[in-house]
């Protein structure tokens, strides 16, 4: 019997709101943030003691009442996320809900291409979906969940479907890179090249530096307006890049393994004696963004995705993947083998990304194997010539990387 769980994703689209839905969207708020102030006076921050709290209060705010139990569930997530926040000893401000919003989970229809937002009294507000949106909820299997509007004019519908977990024979090894992505285990590596992130990054920070103009709102305008292409940009290729882990990962029955990067960001910090370019490159890459897009992308097809401890990916770049001994750096004057690592044992140089990804892999193998049992057989792969594939992430399509899964050129 294989195992299913339900797989959320979501889909945005803009549309022209009415000043009733705009007046909502603010009753909405007003509602989270009176929830919000009751919540912190009493010391309550569970769904159900901020219901029986607040309920009585919003009785005579005018909107349907499902509305009024969405703020306060709103409003108990804020609590709680504080709460942890607080218990883990990061600073927090006293909450706050900014941006008017409306959410429910009940009491919306989707019929023939149109949201039905309900108003109360069984009138609704229709909103026309556009035809990406409408391919993606007639999709096999799904159902949707809830919609969000939010921003002023955009709504976001939330959808769902059951998945069979696919039953992994193999497991591939992530290493994050600055320059490359690389995917594998001992039989076969993909190298995602991703360097035109950097170069993205780089044009950005000359871009912002050229203006002179000694003005902070009109700097910080600039910074948001070249930061938001940016991250569009790097975004749009990291999801090329996870998509295609996803798929090829679906196709040879793999699971997907990371290793934990939390703190990454901390290796690159001012007072670390690194250079502030150097930092600025480092601190560009978003590492933690292609994780999860891969984890949401992979629970949607039924992959597994796993992420190793600390101490179990310590040393993943310092021991050769196939004999277990310790590899040698190359020479600093070496230019041939830049980047690479030397086994003295199995004489042979190797990428230090492939040996990064291919321990990855083989030490997920493991947890797997001791997991549910005899899938892990298949890890061992003995084969003495690993193909390596490069693959250029910005020109990324699917039928590419088809191709070159299929006819590797070594
Ligand atoms: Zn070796």
Redesign the pocket.
Known sequence: MPETATAVKAVKQSYPPTPEILQMMETFRQMVNDCLRAGLANDVSSLKKLSKLCYPALSKCPIASYYKLHAISKAAGILANRKQSIKRGYPTKTPHMKHPLLISSYGFKVANGILKVPLGDRQYFDISLNSYVKNILSGPAVTVRSFTLADSNTVSICYAKEVQKIECTTAFGIDRNLANVTCGNQDRVIIFDVSQAVKVAENTRSVTRSFRRNDVRIRRMITDKYGRRRRNRVHQLVHKVSKAMVQDAKQQKAAIVFEDITFIRKLYQRGNGQGRDYRGRMNSWPFHELKRQVEYKAAWEGVKVLTLTKGKTRGTSQF?P????RLQEAERHDAIHKRQLL?A??K?WMDRDVVAAMNVARKGGEVFHRSQGPAGEAMKGNSMTTVILRVDAGKLSRRQIDGVVHQPKT
Not at 322 to 325: A, F, L, N, P, S
């Open positions: 050769c196939r004999c277990g001994k086994c044992y199995c042979r």
